[in-house]
């Protein structure tokens, strides 16, 4: 069968539990993803005292991990275009895994902040390649939902971090939040590997006879009582509402080009989705690496207290990321985007004005701002490789989230300067501001619910 077919077909099959099982799978990697990218959070408290860390160290060890995972963005986006989505994400999960496991060896501030650095390749590697996949299987009609449903993982893995390491640090250390993330990460990569390749990516290197049998593979897994013939939300053309897009698909074996991301046609798509990743993330992980530290040392909270208290932010995500999920196809990317940035960056500036003295209220605050802002975040690693075609779309997703790694490294080292220099309530004047940039460009957004991808990027 032609691609165009092929694509056809795919878009008419509904979830089964073929979609489940890739999703769990890719999912735990994603989980391991968030538990490496945050562990750090919660045993810097101890090493601050062990190793005598100062405040500006404290910045760029936190910096280091977000710098790797810029370089990791790039490469395994790359290496997805090349070489297929799954090998991709294993490689990344075993390079993060192992690059644990050597964390809780190291015996000092400069081993440890290079390798972080290292780990922070297979963590950056990973989700936007992750991102693409499982939005690659899906079809057009309830995309949303069951791509939101795989991202909550990562809030939830931050959330588990949270706890984990609110018991564990304190009773057994602070090497065990790194061994915890190292050994099951690398029993998932191997997991990973048995993953039938995306369909989508087959098809656009021409290799029609294995994409064909992934989606007839896909296809038997659907009960005789939903026969993919006669459902009724698609048509003739597999769901497709301009035929265009179908024929435009049979260009899509041609050479993935980075200067494609800032051609005429894709630059302003472009331009949107890197200030929107910038924003979001300059805020969240801001926040969600130094606010434990901030409890700890600012506000006076002791070590246990501060921990539990930087696990509440995980929690507000993951209850907002519940009510995002089952609203996005209805609501929208790019209003749910807008509401989400403005309502953040209101309470981050209320605290900032005049509520940043009272412990409670720095906690109610930032635990409500940091859900809101974070179900933006998990709507991004949606929406982004919905923009791109399917020859960039691994680059184009690998691109984006490199403005999450730089506004990531940025934020912790300016929180470290901002609060020895003017105190907390500058810090979250800071992030207010974010939150408008963030808004601002949310307007500009394309609207991509329910829209099959080869139609939303030609």
Known sequence: MSGPELIARLERVPFTRWHLRARVIMGSATFFDAFDALSLAFVLPVLVRLWGISVVQIGWLIAAG????????????????RSGR??????????????????????SFPVLLALRFVQGIGVG????????????LSRARGRGRFFLLYEMIFPVGLMVTGQVGALVVPALGWQVMFLIGGIP??????LLLRLRESPR?????????????????????????KNTTTTKDTNENGGFRDPRALRDLRGSGARTRWAELLSPF??????????????????????NNWMPTLYNRVYGLSLEQALRAGTLTNVAQVAVLLGCAFAIDRIGRRRWMTASFVAGALLLAALGSFAAGSVSAVIALVTISYGIVGSANAVLYLYTPEIYP?????????????WLRLASAAGPLLVGYFVAARGTGAVFLMFASAGVVGAVAATRMLETRNRPLEEIAP
């Open 125 to 136: 590697g990973e989700m936007p390649v992750a991102a693409v996949y499982i939005n690659e």
């Open 201 to 225: 990516w087959l098809i656009g290197k021409g290799r029609l006879a294995e994409a064909e049998a992934i989606i007839s593979e896909i296809e038997r897994s659907v009960s005789t009582t």
């Open 86 to 107: 799954v090998r991709s994400a294993a490689g990344a999960t075993a390079l993060m895994s192992v690059m644990s496991l050597a964390c809780a060896l190291a015996g």
């Open 185 to 190: 990460g690398l029993l998932i990569a191997g």
């Open 66 to 81: 977000y710098l790797g995972q810029f370089a990791g963005a790039l490469l395994f986006g790359a290496l997805a275009e």
């Open 390 to 402: 399917t020859r960039m779309r691994a680059i184009g997703t690998g691109s984006a989230t490199c």
């Open 266 to 287: 894709y630059r302003g798509r472009t331009a949107i989705v890197w200030t929107l990743w910038a924003s979001a993330y300059f805020i969240t992980n801001g926040l």
